[in-house]
């Protein structure tokens, strides 16, 4: 083995450890090589390159995200608020940094777009799993969104699982109702694998306690992280329309998807619905 010599200039305590018998300690931690080599664009448009690795990175967010967001959902079924807000709190910087992956595509022309858009064939962003998952933690449930990953079985038991568990919404509402909120059992008690859907009486919920902030200070605290997390997503799916947009107008999108159609719709769509309809009334 060949010993490697430091920088004479670099001397003392301050010089950092360069001889190893294997790999680097960071490399063994962060597995870098692992990710640096996980590229294999399908076209010679240098273009792609970008596009494939701003959307691994966001595959990264979506799995940083869905564990603070699993953290808090477990925190709230115990009743540890700060736990909870602090994961909520870690999840917004989260979808910052996520929100921004749109920037190296936000300016796509057809005609870049179009130059390795034939590569993805029948991929598109409605087939990532995780994003999945952090949609139904949100709420945004629907077992047909199981049926593109039947071909998986680690990762179809996954989404069945978080298919039918209480979304970070569900756990909020059942908290609320511990603490003595007219919270309806219509909702408690509703069938969690269906989509969430707003209710009258849990508006009427979140206006009593925005109402009173000093007496309800933790309750409105922990409403006003979720409200934060929810605008964040709606702007990430704005985000979305808008560089899919420029990309390649009201084509149909890939893997047959609706495009630009499905996205307007979508993001009309606020999750945690209460919190915002409920401000109307206070």
Known sequence: MST????PEATGAETPHLDFAGTTPYEDYVQADVLTHLQHPLSDDPGEMVFLVTTQVMELWFTVIVHEWETAAHALREDRLTVARDALKRSVRELEALNASWTPLAQLTPAQFNSYRGALGEGSGFQSAMYR?????LGDKSA???VPHRGAPRVHAELEKAL???SLYDETLALLA??????PQSVLGRDLTQKYEPSPEVEAVWAEIYADPDQNDELVRLGEALTDVGELVWRWRNDHLV????????????????GVAWLEKRATKNVFPELWSARSHV
């Open 144 to 146: 047909s969104m199981l």
């Open 164 to 166: 039918a568990e209480p």
């Open 133 to 137: 998952r952090m949609e139904f933690l």
């Open 243 to 258: 560089a899919t947009r420029r990309a390649m107008g009201s084509k149909t999108g890939t893997g047959g998807s609706a």
């Open 178 to 183: 511990r603490r003595g909120h007219a919270v």
């Open 4 to 7: 490697i010599h430091p920088d």
